[in-house]
């Protein structure tokens, strides 16, 4: 569930560099994530640094350690609460629909999900809960999370990053270009689920 404030870049230079990593972290870890930016949290911060509000290496590293800490965490949840979470009654913070679809996406593509739910909102959020409540191998899980928490925060702030550089007067087109890029960051996702789709369709004849 993606927040697209038009006083987001206002947001993000007063909550800095700790506002930020708290964020992802509970993106990536916590039930309250599916209420929290991501993609275009990550994109306008890295927009920012170009302007020397922050630090690119330091924003992005900081961003991939708190993905990685928060799916830890994700998965940590999953495995000790395991089915029960199934059982949860709906709340302000939790909704049975939302782990149901992150559920069928998990089964559908396995340990993969781990980086594709990178770059799809609420799915990024229960996809570590899953895994762990699925006794998914911690080593795989690991991988996974590594991979997919690099792709996802070093990526998006560095796209920030540069074309912020790179394209004058950005900044009066950054809510359509964040947009674009939430569109885009969802891109390979939606590509790899319709090429899945595609090959399961039994051909003619058979």
């Known amino acids: 569930m993606e927040i697209l404030h038009p006083d987001l870049p206002k947001i993000i230079e007063a909550i800095g560099y ?17 209420f929290l930016p991501g993609d275009s949290l990550l994109f306008t911060a890295g927009f920012l640094s170009s302007a020397g509000m922050f630090n690119l290496p330091t924003l992005s590293v900081g961003c991939f350690i708190a993905a990685v800490l928060g799916d830890n965490v994700g998965y940590a949840f999953g495995k000790k609460v395991g089915p029960a979470i199934f059982k949860r009654k709906n709340s302000f913070w939790f909704h049975k629909k939302h782990l149901e679809r992150a559920q069928r996406f998990y089964e559908k593509h396995g340990g993969k999900t781990i980086v594709l739910a990178r770059f799809l909102p609420v799915v990024r959020t229960f996809a570590p809960i899953l895994a762990g409540a699925g006794a ?13 928490g690099f792709s996802w925060a070093v990526g998006l702030t560095t796209l920030g990053h540069y074309l912020g550089s790179f394209i004058p007067d950005v900044d009066k087109y950054l809510l359509p270009i964040v947009l674009l890029i939430i569109l885009l960051s969802l891109l390979p996702t939606v590509i790899h689920v319709l090429r899945e789709h595609t090959l399961a369709k039994p051909t003619r004849g058979n």
């Open 18 to 34: 700790i506002g930020i990593f708290t964020i992802v972290f509970a993106e990536s870890g916590l039930l309250i994530g599916i």
């Open 136 to 148: 998914m191998n911690y080593r795989k899980f690991l991988f996974y999370n590594i991979l997919g």
